[in-house]
């Protein structure tokens, strides 16, 4: 059984910092690129961040470029997300996704989301 499971949202000022965590199982995690997204009350969800299998390839919004920092740990089946000098802009519920192998076979995992809520 496919299950991503996110940790590490809170509430923060402006300004702070946090740290996410996604951790995959019933999947070869280093086989898959991974991608957090979020979703702010009213508005579609939005790609944020997003790291290939191997090589350590990274993309970012243009929203989160030099603020946030996503990084993956293939041994602890697990990817991050650094976020630093946060805004309330960046209030959201954030989701880990799973999506395509080495082969480019999707997976097409959900996590169920992690609360971040950044205000003074």
């Known amino acids: 059984q496919v299950q991503l499971v996110e940790s590490g949202g809170g509430s923060v000022q402006p300004g702070g910092s946090l740290r996410l965590s996604c951790v995959g199982s019933g999947f070869t995690f280093s086989n898959y690129a991974m991608s957090w997204y979020r979703q702010a009350p009213g508005k579609a969800r939005e790609s944020v961040a997003g790291?290939?299998?191997?090589?350590?390839?990274?993309t970012y919004a243009d929203s989160v470029k030099g603020r946030f920092t996503i990084s993956r740990d293939n041994r602890r089946n697990t990817v991050y997300l650094q976020m630093n000098s946060l805004k309330p802009e960046d209030t959201a519920v954030y989701y880990c996704?799973?999506?395509?192998?080495?082969?480019?076979?999707?997976?097409?995992?959900w996590g169920q989301g992690t609360l971040v809520t950044v205000s003074p």
């Open positions: 790291i290939i299998a191997v090589g350590g390839f990274t």
């Open positions: 996704y799973a999506g395509r192998d080495l082969r480019g076979n999707a997976l097409d995992a």
